[in-house]
């Protein structure tokens, strides 16, 4: 791989602290959910046939670098660690502050890549030479259920549960066909909580505002954990490169008080900001947009 690729830069950045690498299909969106129900769109020409393969073996270069540091670095591992040990301390901080015991105490957060790790999962796909994790892509390796519990991920909701805090898993997988799938695999890993009423997914509406908002009136929320912009009640969905880091700017004095980010340098929304319609561009088009951005 080219030292120049986008993956490779964003890798290293990720190591000081970034969030941010290659393209692949934004997951979190309503057209490009994971594992949705909607039908691929049908490829009917040998040259759409080799243009597919061209992008699906582009994105598998450019995020390489990204998953081989979620794979095997000793900084990936300590940042997972880094999350939830921030988490619980704020956790054990709620639940001694008589303030919050108004209503029960809840805590918010994301699955994949948040608590669970579809790492492997997605370096098979590249090593295969296919980077583009659509929806279809998406729900077959769900209902594998072979996505795995992330670093201190199984210590830590366990004992969230054991101070009396509830935890609400509030994911974009889409539930009419990966819910069974989902809890089965949830509890398999020892995640407590797994059931209907805690177990959030996508259902009309990828924006995960309206699932906040509904816990909100029932609990006092005292932390929102996630690997992407969105996964937390700011305000990002749909807003512009330029818009979503400074509404992030906007809320700097909320991460590692209420906010906990983990690192995702393989999928989310930043990389559908990069440029309108970004994942329907060509490999060339989407080097154009890559390099443009690494000099500036």
């Given at each position: 791989?080219?030292?120049?690729?986008?993956?490779?830069?964003?890798?290293?950045?990720?190591?000081?602290?970034?969030?941010?690498v290659?393209?692949v299909?934004?997951?979190?969106?309503?057209?490009?959910?994971?594992?949705?129900?909607?039908?691929?769109?049908?490829v009917?020409?040998?040259?759409?046939?080799?243009?597919?393969?061209?992008?699906?073996?582009?994105?598998?270069?450019?995020?390489?670098?990204?998953?081989?540091?979620?794979?095997?670095?000793?900084?990936?591992?300590?940042?997972?660690?880094?999350?939830?040990n921030?988490?619980?301390?704020?956790?054990?901080?709620?639940?001694?502050?008589?303030?919050?015991?108004?209503?029960?105490?809840?805590?918010?957060?994301?699955a994949?890549?948040?608590v669970?790790?579809?790492?492997?999962?997605?370096?098979?796909?590249?090593?295969?030479?296919?980077?583009?994790f659509?929806?279809?892509?998406?729900?077959?390796?769900?209902?594998?259920?072979?996505?795995?519990?992330?670093?201190?991920?199984?210590?830590?909701?366990?004992?969230?549960?054991?101070?009396?805090?509830?935890?609400?898993?509030v994911?974009?997988?889409?539930?009419?066909?990966?819910?069974?799938?989902?809890?089965?695999?949830?509890?398999?890993?020892?995640?407590?909580?797994?059931?209907?009423?805690?177990?959030?997914?996508?259902?009309?509406?990828?924006d995960?505002?309206?699932?906040?908002?509904?816990?909100?009136?029932?609990?006092?929320?005292?932390?929102?954990?996630g690997?992407?912009?969105?996964?937390?009640?700011?305000?990002?969905?749909?807003?512009?490169?330029?818009?979503?880091?400074?509404?992030?700017?906007?809320?700097k004095?909320?991460?590692?008080?209420?906010?906990?980010?983990?690192?995702?340098?393989?999928?989310?929304?930043?990389?559908?900001?990069?440029?309108?319609?970004?994942?329907?561009?060509?490999?060339?088009?989407?080097?154009?947009?890559?390099?443009?951005?690494?000099?500036q």
């Amino acid at each position: 791989m080219k030292r120049s690729s986008l993956a490779w830069y964003v890798a290293v950045a990720c190591l000081g602290g970034s969030l941010f690498v290659g393209p692949v299909v934004q997951a979190d969106s309503p057209t490009t959910v994971k594992a949705s129900s909607i039908v691929p769109t049908t490829v009917t020409t040998q040259a759409e046939q080799a243009a597919l393969k061209q992008k699906q073996q582009y994105q598998a270069e450019t995020e390489t670098m990204g998953l081989l540091w979620m794979r095997t670095s000793a900084e990936y591992r300590a940042l997972a660690y880094q999350g939830y040990n921030v988490a619980m301390n704020l956790v054990k901080m709620a639940v001694a502050d008589p303030s919050h015991q108004r209503k029960p105490l809840a805590i918010v957060l994301d699955a994949d890549e948040t608590v669970v790790d579809n790492t492997k999962l997605m370096g098979e796909s590249i090593a295969n030479g296919n980077g583009r994790f659509d929806a279809p892509w998406w729900r077959q390796a769900v209902h594998q259920g072979k996505s795995q519990a992330m670093p201190g991920a199984v210590e830590f909701l366990n004992e969230v549960h054991k101070q009396g805090v509830e935890i609400f898993y509030v994911s974009n997988r889409y539930a009419p066909v990966n819910y069974d799938a989902t809890v089965q695999n949830f509890k398999e890993l020892g995640f407590p909580s797994v059931d209907k009423d805690h177990v959030l997914l996508f259902e009309k509406d990828s924006d995960k505002q309206p699932r906040f908002d509904a816990i909100a009136k029932k609990y006092s929320v005292v932390l929102y954990m996630g690997d992407n912009a969105g996964d937390f009640p700011i305000g990002t969905k749909g807003k512009t490169l330029a818009e979503r880091n400074g509404i992030i700017d906007a809320h700097k004095e909320d991460f590692g008080t209420t906010f906990v980010v983990f690192p995702n340098p393989a999928y989310g929304s930043w990389v559908s900001a990069l440029a309108k319609g970004y994942q329907n561009l060509s490999p060339e088009e989407q080097k154009q947009v890559n390099n443009q951005y690494l000099q500036q």
